[in-house]
């Protein structure tokens, strides 16, 4: 006697399809935080630079999140500034909005800076950049 469809459809989705969304997730997961722990070791091993350096370029970017059920959207801004070093070489670093707001370009001075992480950036404070013109 049929009482219906077949059930066991159902089965081999909780047996096969999500035992292995659930191992792909946490693979995914476990891949982003080993390359961050990765990154932050080879800043560490790296020596703490302070070089001649000028800022060539500013750039911001907003990014959203959308608003969960019962909250409100956030909007958040991440401020970049470009510097070249005496080589000709470029190098880009997240700032805060304080020194992002501050920064202009061709401003000159001391750039410190551990691989991809950066320490700061003391103006030259008798550099015109109207010299650069």
């Known amino acids: 006697m049929n009482l219906g469809p077949d059930p ?3 089965f081999d989705f909780a047996g096969t399809v999500l035992p292995i969304f659930v191992a792909v997730m946490a693979g995914i997961i476990a891949l982003s935080a080993g390359r961050g722990l990765l990154g932050w070791f080879r800043n560490n091993r790296l020596p703490v630079l ?6 060539v370029a500013r750039r911001s970017e907003i990014r959203q999140k959308p608003p969960d059920e019962g909250s409100v959207a956030r909007t958040t801004m991440i401020y970049y500034l470009t510097f070249e070093l005496e080589d000709g070489e470029r190098v880009e670093f997240k700032v805060n909005g304080s020194e992002y707001g501050v920064s202009v370009e061709r401003d000159r001075g ?4 551990q691989g991809t992480r950066y320490h700061g950036f ?3 404070p ?3 950049f109207m010299e650069d013109r």
């Open 110 to 113: 001391r750039l410190t800076f």
């Open 50 to 55: 302070t070089v001649p350096a000028r800022i």
């Open 122 to 124: 003391k103006r030259e």
């Open 8 to 10: 066991s459809w159902m």
């Open 126 to 128: 008798h550099y015109s």
